[in-house]
């Protein structure tokens, strides 16, 4: 892995959550995408190498819900920069780490994506994340 592409917020109010990150990080964000599949509405932030990611959920039973109605809003995830997504997803297995998703899928802001299961990862909710081409 090569560094921390960006850690994800799980947010309430997407609004609010940007207008407080501009003020706390002094920079506008520079991308929001829906993602349909996912059930999330993002918001990007770049700060020198690294980036913040807001998330908000579009739907009731989009994961992100699920995490506020359980846990509240908070850090969500983390998600490591990998050049080779699927290869990441086979040494892990390897080593008997278990995928949340065994082949990788499109994620917001261009990214091949899979996540690991927490429960393995000391309870850190973990994204590869390599850049789409
Ligand atoms: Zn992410």
């Known amino acids: 892995m090569n560094h921390i592409e960006h850690i994800g917020i799980a947010v309430k109010n997407i609004e609010e959550s940007t207008s407080i990150f501009e003020d706390l990080l002094g920079v506008a964000s520079y991308k929001e995408e829906i993602v349909e599949s996912e059930g999330v509405r ?62 990788p899928k499109n994620g917001a802001d261009n990214k091949l994506i899979a996540f690991m299961h927490p429960k393995d990862s000391s309870g850190v909710l973990v994204e590869l994340c390599q850049e789409r081409k």
């Open 42 to 103: 993002t918001v990007f932030f770049k700060i020198g190498e690294s980036k913040i990611e807001l998330l908000e959920a579009t739907k009731d039973d989009s994961p992100i819900a699920k995490f506020i109605n359980k846990r509240g809003e908070g850090m969500h995830h983390i998600a490591f920069a990998v050049d080779d997504v699927k290869k990441e997803i086979k040494r892990l297995k390897k080593k008997g780490y278990r995928l949340l998703n065994e082949t």
